[in-house]
Nanobody, 126 residues
Framework: QVQLVESGGGFVQAGDSLRLSCAAS????????SGWFRQAPGKDREFVAA????????VYADSVKGRFIISKDDAKDTMYLQMSSLKPEDTAVYYC???????????????????WGQGTQVTVSS
């Protein structure tokens, strides 16, 4: 049974930084790709960033490029999302996701991921 648990959310001011963590348990050795998504109030969930576990290839949404960094610590089975220069429009519930299927496409699509965390709230005040 795979479980993903996010942490690190909070209330910050515009321009601040925050690091989200996603601790994985279960069959983590078989993960091929992991990602972060977010959902703002009244909006659909959207892609933020993704990384493949073997190659370390990363992809980002245009809205966060240059401000967010996705990373992982294989030894700790933990994924991270370092967020800098936060803006009020970054306010959302952030979800981590992971999948075992070994192919390199659709990393920005929800259907790509079988496993999801419960989400952590990030609120950015102007």
């Amino acid at each position: 049974q795979v479980q993903l648990v996010e942490s690190g959310g909070g209330f910050v001011q515009a321009g601040d930084s925050l690091r989200l963590s996603c601790a994985a348990s279960g069959r983590t050795f078989s993960f091929y790709v992991s990602g972060w998504f977010r959902q703002a109030p009244g909006k659909d969930r959207e892609f933020v960033a993704a990384t493949t576990w073997r190659s370390g290839h990363t992809v980002y949404a245009d809205s966060v490029k240059g401000r967010f960094i996705i990373s992982k610590d294989d030894a700790k089975d933990t994924m991270y999302l370092q967020m800098s220069s936060l803006k009020p429009e970054d306010t959302a519930v952030y979800y981590c996701a992971a999948d075992e299927r070994p192919y390199n496409r659709n990393e920005d699509a929800e259907r790509r991921y079988d496993y999801w965390g419960q989400g952590t709230q990030v609120t950015v005040s102007s």
